[in-house]
């Protein structure tokens, strides 16, 4: 029995730059930090030749290519196994489409799983480069690389997406009391929509294509408040990371008309009116999660659950994608 997680995250600062359309022309940069919600792969041998895996459904199949999990099939082929005697079973501690970085986590958890198995040792660069290898090159969804990265490096990172397709990660350097400060002070609201990456990023993904002047300023600017923000959580600023929070959601909301909705807006702008310092949609947009800084939080947590949001209480996590049993 091999046992595999990998943690789910949340952006801080420069999300969208991680796109392949807008930084292989202009380079990318963000934050991201790795949270204790996980998305965790179960894996055994059979004692005959059969593959059967469980997620949300059940394949039983005898071929790698009869498999319909489009990730499950390509993964399998990247690590080479073609004749699988295979039981794989995944689960999660949040759903799927809510913002929070899901597949790059069930692509790095189940790589490990499948490396482990093949007593293969692979650095956690090498794994988020394969996962964006089979979601991006050989599945062509029209999605980033922070999440893979950041489920295999784990922490609070900073990755810079160089024109060239090198990925360089850099630990963000925080004081520790402004680490635990900055945990204690952000609150997380699920808002009860889910929706899908790709979907949304797919207009972004277009228009940067296309040099699209509207959206490439959009991403610049963004690109630009990571890089404040690096310098607001290095410095000790959190309240000025906050700010940059709200701005940063103001032009997220210009990519796309689907970024958010009525009941979103409300939701935020009633925390932003009940002790919320700055906030922003964390993932594509549409759905997802609510995410706050606040330092009086009691209020900001009475008011949103009478509005019916639910919040999920988290701490950073900071080991990334990880085998705990093999």
Known sequence: ????????????????????????????????????????????????????????????????????????????????????????????????????????????????????????????????????????????????KQDQFIAAYGGLTCFEFMPDGRVLASPLRMDQEVQYTLEDNLVMFFTGYSRSAGSILKEQDTKSKTDDAAMIENLHFVKDLGLRSKVALESGDLRGFAELMRIHWERKKQRSGGMSNDDINKWYDLAMANGALGGKLIGAGGGGFLLFYAEEKARLRRVLAEAGLREVRFRFDGEGTKVLVQ
Do not use: W
């Open 1 to 144: 029995m091999i046992i595999t997680r990998s943690p789910l995250r949340i952006t801080l600062g420069g999300g969208g730059t991680d796109l392949p359309s807008y930084y292989t022309k202009h380079g990318g940069f963000l934050i991201a930090a790795s949270i204790d919600k996980y998305v965790y792969i179960s894996l055994h041998h059979t004692f005959r030749q059969e593959l059967i895996v469980k997620y949300s459904r059940l394949e039983h199949v005898h071929e790698v290519n009869e498999l319909e999990h489009p990730i499950v099939r390509e993964a399998l082929k990247l690590v080479g196994i073609e004749h699988p005697s295979l039981e794989i079973t995944s689960m999660a501690d949040i759903p799927a489409g809510t913002g929070l970085g899901s597949s790059g986590s069930f692509t790095t958890a189940l790589l490990s799983a499948l490396h482990c198995h093949r007593r293969n040792i692979v650095h956690p660069h090498e794994l988020a480069t394969q996962a964006c290898h089979v979601e991006i090159d050989l599945l062509k969804e029209p999605i980033g």
